[in-house]
């Protein structure tokens, strides 16, 4: 996970170092935290049966603009499974997931309190299976991929403001490991995640915000090791309420 936020901070890094080429001057930065408990369904990935887990999630989002019209947005997400079926996990099971990604927009509609910005990025994800799947003590399923990204900001009232953001992509790239053998040769899948916002804005640019997020992911049928071990089509959905700070500056 450690290289995926590297990696994130750099393409964002990148993304403003080439703005400040053209002679660009950085206008805003804003950084939120937020919190949420969600529920995540497996359909079936990687095991006989739907899974379905529960997670804490927390996730970590800037914004940079670097002009008037353009801006960078980069988000850090990261999950802890706490049960399995309704059950809590044991010390011997363990289930991590998250995503890094960082996008570079342009804006393209701003009138009567509406923003609507629009580009493209890229993503990188994982998940860590210790003892969750069926006859299967470590399995890792990693991705990454270019995507496509939406916000919309309205304001509603002074220092109320309502943000919506979709991102992701229908060709996804996927990687899948048993152990230290490695399954690379899987057709391209489906990233996407979504997140409806309400800020509040307090004093000395401290602000609350509070919503619902979540996402979806889809990893194409492959063989691993032989063409006779059949993995199946995987489907996955979470979802769930958060609740956070942001901070302009």
């Known amino acids: 996970m450690k290289r995926y936020l590297v990696f994130g901070f750099s393409l964002c890094l990148i993304f403003i170092l080439s703005f400040h080429a053209q002679g660009q001057q950085v206008s805003q930065f804003q950084l939120s935290a937020q919190f949420s408990p969600i529920a995540t369904s497996y359909q079936p990935l990687l095991a006989d049966e ?17 002009a008037e019209d353009a801006l960078l947005h980069f988000i850090y997400s990261t999950d802890q499974a706490r049960s399995l079926q309704g059950v809590p996990l044991t010390s011997n099971q363990k289930f991590t997931s998250g995503f890094t ?60 403001k309502l943000n919506t953001l979709v991102s992701g992509t229908p060709w996804y790239s996927w990687r899948y490991r048993e152990g230290n053998m490695t399954q690379e040769r899987i057709q391209p899948g489906s990233s996407w995640y979504y997140q409806l916002t309400i800020e509040y804005m307090l004093p000395h640019g401290w602000g609350l915000r509070t919503g619902y997020a979540g996402g979806s992911t889809r990893v194409p049928k492959f063989s691993y090791g032989n063409p006779e071990n059949q993995i199946p089509a995987s489907n996955s959905s979470y979802s769930g309420i958060t609740g956070g700070v942001v901070i302009q500056f």
Not at 113 to 127: E, F, H, P
């Open 50 to 66: 739907d899974t379905q887990l529960s997670q804490w999630n927390v996730v970590v989002a800037g914004s940079m603009k670097p």
């Open 101 to 160: 990604q960082g996008v570079a927009m342009y804006k393209f509609l701003d009138e009567a309190g509406l923003i609507l910005y629009g580009g493209i990025g890229y993503k990188v994800s994982q998940a860590y299976f210790h003892n969750i799947l069926t006859d299967k003590e470590h399995v890792y399923l990693t991705g990454q991929g270019f995507i496509g990204q939406v916000n919309m900001d309205l304001t509603i009232m002074d220092k109320l």
